[in-house]
């Protein structure tokens, strides 16, 4: 099978440190090409995951100018699909196209399957009540899966009919030694030549705990930092937040937003989040931000962890970060909404709270939970291998069914 994968124009695959939707992708590749797929990589051109081929428009991720206003940014997406669609019409190898890029991907790519294109399948990585308009009345000539059955549940009636269920995300498993390597294969308008890149998946499970909590994820309102970090401090738990503000990766950028009153970013709701109700709790000694950190650092301030908290304030639909704790035998703590009840078993691979009461009471008894057993747990429902065969049950499904 020929599968087109599109991750969008907004991160190279993997990215060098956030970047949910690009990790994904980063992570079903290598499972996809291990199983006999053959897979053309739709990314940018500092991508480094070895694919069979590459297309791209940008050289960079163009992530950065996504806070810029909507009519300086409007064609970023649609020159990298414009490049997507050329290729699908250059070419009748195409058995099948993957997207991941946010509405303008099926909104482009429904157009082209009226033509004769290959099926197309569209993964919803996403709040799904964001675009009521589009995804109430989602074309029918593309099939879509959600990442966890609460976010399908949540999904407009159209969608919900155009779903084929949902496929849980997957991360690489601690202590399997993985990476990318020397790409080969470059199609015309990619960018030739040999590229290197790491991946994190390669942290010995063994590293001792440690004994602080951590945050991981975008500073936001939505993941609650601060409720994080008045808990611990609360109970005298040392706390670790990792993750980037709106883009910015560290202080020393946070303060440069702040210090320019014209900064596109000055005022935005992330950065006032962060400064105004998150930056008082930090002492730099029991709660401290770390910035944005990627690779081994990530991977080893992770794994070294008492425990993973997740006071999140909305419906998460797929919950990475969850799943890369439990590879990594660090026991999630949550609130239980969104996706949490799907991936943690209370009791047994983790704690899920109904209050912030709760929260900081399953804090105090994390010892309770097997690290090896969130690793088995890892390793049988959310391991890359897992998710690549449920994926091929849907290409075969989308590549042998008449109107699926």
Known sequence: MN?????GPWLPVPPTGYGGIENIVATLVPALRERGVRVVLATVG?????????????DEGQFTHLQKPYNQVMGIAH???????????????????????EVVGPAV????????????????????????????AFPGSIAVNGVSESQLRRAPAALRAASLGAVHLATPLAGTPTGTTARTGTSTGASAGTRAGTSAAGTDPSLPRGEHLIVMGRVCALKGQDIAARIC??????????????????????????????????????????????TPYLDGDLVRWAGSVGGSERDELYASARAALFPIQWDEPGGTAVVEALALGVPPVG?????????????RTGFLADTEEELAEYLLRTDEIDP????????????????????LTLYSRLTTTPGR
């Open 46 to 58: 500092e991508s480094t995951l070895e694919a069979d081929e590459h297309i791209s428009v940008f």
């Open 109 to 136: 790519l429904s157009t082209l399957s009226g033509f004769g294109g290959p099926p197309v399948l569209h993964t919803l990585h996403w709040d799904l009540r964001k675009h009521a308009a589009f995804y109430g």
């Open 3 to 7: 599968v087109l994968m599109n991750a």
């Open 233 to 278: 401090q609360k109970l005298g738990l040392p706390l670790v937040l990792a993750g980037p503000v709106s883009g910015l990766n560290d202080a020393a950028e946070l303060q440069s937003v702040t210090e320019d009153p014209d900064h596109p970013l000055n005022g935005h709701p992330d950065v006032r989040y962060h400064l105004d109700q998150v």
């Open 372 to 391: 090896d057993e969130c690793r088995r747990e890892a390793r049988t429902r959310f391991s890359p291998a897992v998710m690549a065969d449920k994926y």
């Open 335 to 347: 609130l239980r909404r969104g996706v949490l009840p799907e991936i943690i078993d209370h009791g």
């Open 79 to 101: 020159a990298h699909m414009a490049r997507v669609a050329a290729e699908l019409r250059s070419r009748d190898d195409i058995d099948l196209v993957h997207d991941h890029l």
